[in-house]
């Protein structure tokens, strides 16, 4: 049986270790049902979403129980129905690297 070529020696990697392409899985699980939504820009800022309550819709649409989003597009939660907010729990972030550390330990 062939042995699986180790780590650096898959397509897009030099003999010195992976290259700049290659993607390496975390091997842990993460939360299910959980969107994490948001965009940073170059500059490493959080830009805001502008439709919350679409995006929240569609989460719960597609099976999904919470929904992290910037803390900068909260003040649109007011528009989401009763309906809709029983149905998914809201959470807010501020930095992207907690929310990821959080979506893995839970």
Do not use: W
Not at 7 to 15: A, K, L, R, V
Not at 33 to 51: A, D, F, Q, R, Y
Not at 87 to 96: A, E, I, L, M
């Amino acid at each position: 049986m062939p042995t699986p070529p180790g780590p650096g020696t898959g397509p897009g990697s030099s003999p010195s270790g992976p290259g700049p392409a290659t993607i390496q899985p975390l091997h842990r699980p993460c939360r299910g049902g959980l969107v994490v939504s948001g965009e940073i820009n170059p500059g490493g800022s959080i830009e805001p979403i502008h439709n919350v309550v679409t995006l929240a819709e569609m989460a719960v649409e597609k099976g999904a129980q919470a929904v992290r989003m910037p803390v900068a597009s909260r003040r649109q939660l007011f528009d989401l129905s009763d309906d809709m907010a029983t149905k998914v729990d809201t959470q807010c972030y501020r930095d992207v690297r907690d929310t990821l550390l959080q979506a893995l330990m839970e």
